[in-house]
């Protein structure tokens, strides 16, 4: 199964994001990322095997206690290039202190930028700045990745709440 941590995107900003994202990639082409698959990507893991996932349930349980609510800035619109299509995404152009503690409790040797895709498929690269939007980390959810019916599905496997003890 393939697997990764993130925060689920709350309902009333899904079709703010979506205007954005709209407005944003008017001449682009490309596939648009599905509203409800929206989420914030703070690290991906990849495939796992089934009987690991407790593993990184427990890393998630353990370290969300260690962390206070903390917001993201989502600044800029990006891309992530790929073989098959590049990827354009909202993000933050840097990652702030709060992230960086909570990189370092999932070992992030990625340097993984927080991010929301918008668009798949692309030919196209772009990177600029939007109008700065926050989103609230105050819960994070390990998902799976997988398809049903030949469409791209985000489950949440096991969501925890930040509280610092």
């Given at each position: 199964?393939?697997?990764?941590?993130g925060v689920k995107i709350k309902d009333e900003l899904i079709p703010i994001i979506k205007v954005m994202?709209?407005?944003?990639?008017?001449?682009?082409?490309?596939?648009?990322?599905?509203?409800?698959?929206?989420?914030?990507?703070?690290?991906?893991?990849?495939?796992?095997?089934?009987?690991?996932?407790?593993?990184?349930?427990?890393?998630?349980?353990?370290?969300?206690?260690?962390?206070?609510?903390?917001?993201?800035?989502?600044?800029?619109?990006?891309?992530?290039?790929?073989?098959?299509?590049?990827v354009i995404w909202i993000g933050s152009k840097k990652r702030s202190k709060e992230f960086e503690k909570?990189?370092?409790?999932?070992?992030?040797?990625?340097?993984?930028?927080?991010?929301?895709?918008?668009?798949?498929?692309?030919?196209?690269?772009?990177?600029?700045?939007?109008?700065?939007?926050?989103?609230?980390?105050?819960?994070?959810?390990?998902?799976?990745?997988?398809?049903?019916?030949?469409?791209?599905?985000?489950?949440?496997?096991?969501?925890?709440?930040?509280?610092?003890?």
């Amino acid at each position: 199964m393939k697997i990764f941590y993130g925060v689920k995107i709350k309902d009333e900003l899904i079709p703010i994001i979506k205007v954005m994202a709209e407005l944003e990639l008017q001449n682009i082409k490309g596939r648009l990322a599905n509203p409800d698959n929206y989420h914030l990507t703070l690290k991906f893991v990849g495939e796992v095997k089934d009987e690991d996932i407790n593993s990184y349930m427990d890393l998630l349980k353990v370290n969300a206690k260690k962390m206070n609510p903390f917001s993201i800035d989502l600044d800029i619109i990006d891309t992530f290039e790929k073989r098959k299509g590049n990827v354009i995404w909202i993000g933050s152009k840097k990652r702030s202190k709060e992230f960086e503690k909570l990189a370092k409790y999932f070992d992030d040797k990625q340097n993984v930028i927080p991010h929301l895709t918008i668009l798949r498929k692309s030919d196209e690269i772009i990177k600029k700045e939007i109008a700065n939007f926050e989103i609230l980390v105050d819960e994070i959810t390990l998902f799976e990745s997988k398809r049903i019916d030949e469409k791209l599905c985000y489950l949440p496997i096991y969501s925890v709440k930040l509280k610092k003890c």
